[in-house]
């Protein structure tokens, strides 16, 4: 994703930013409260945005006028719940904007809709919905990191097609196109960062000598 700056008409980056603020300011009370009651978590939830701007900034060109990366939003999602990855995330996407021109200013609120609000919640969902069909922790954890980067990704094909419709598809013709175009570097990102954020839970879980139910507050 990583929509560069000016690409989105102005309307459409005034939607998204609109579209985004409940999430974050959910997210920024979540967050609050996590900290009052648990102070310990601070540490965890700066990892948490460590590893989101770390994987995120490892682009490959892709789109005209985006990228394909990691995302990194899942081991957030899975440990917090996805409130927390809209501000994180949003948070990621910024210095990214400012730091690495990455993605833009104008674009942040779209950007922050696709990778810090659905791609969390799909996670979430799929890690909630693994641990209660009896899938196991790891497992959980894969299909929600690789999962939802993948969401992400739908999403941002959808925003391009919303602005870039096709001649003679449409929106849902340009979304496809979009999407097919990213899968050719999303879906082995997406693969690889399932595996990834597996291994990280484990050393979470394995640096404290805790199960990883602990980590992710199933033995909470």
């Known amino acids: 994703m990583h929509i560069m700056e000016g690409y989105l008409p102005v309307s459409h980056c005034a939607f998204w930013y609109a579209a985004s603020a409940p999430f974050v300011v959910a997210g920024a009370l979540k967050i609050r409260r996590i900290v009052a009651e ?3 978590a601070r540490m965890t939830l700066a990892a948490s945005g460590a ?15 985006s990228c394909s990366h990691p995302t990194g939003t899942g081991l957030g999602a899975v440990i ?19 730091l690495l021109a990455h993605g833009g200013l104008t674009t942040l609120g779209a950007n922050a809709f696709s990778m810090a609000v659905v791609g969390p919640w799909v996670a979430w969902g799929l890690w909630t919905l693994g641990r209660k069909i009896g899938l196991s922790v790891a497992v959980s954890v894969f299909l929600a990191a690789a ?4 969401a992400t990704y739908l999403t941002t094909s959808v925003q391009l097609a919303l602005a870039y419709p096709d001649p003679v598809s449409g929106i849902w013709g340009a979304a496809l196109k979009f999407g097919s175009i990213f899968a050719f570097t999303q879906i082995p990102l997406a693969l690889a960062e399932g595996f990834l954020t597996v291994i990280v839970m484990e050393a979470l879980a394995g640096k404290g000598g805790v199960d990883l139910r602990t980590i992710t507050g199933e033995a909470r």
Do not use: Y
């Open 51 to 65: 590893f989101a701007f770390v994987l995120s900034a490892l682009k490959i060109p892709s789109v005209t006028g």
């Open 80 to 98: 917090f719940g996805p409130s927390v990855m809209a501000v994180l995330g949003l948070i990621v996407l910024l210095f990214q904007a400012l």
């Open 38 to 40: 648990r102070p310990e």
């Open 147 to 150: 999962l939802g980067d993948l």
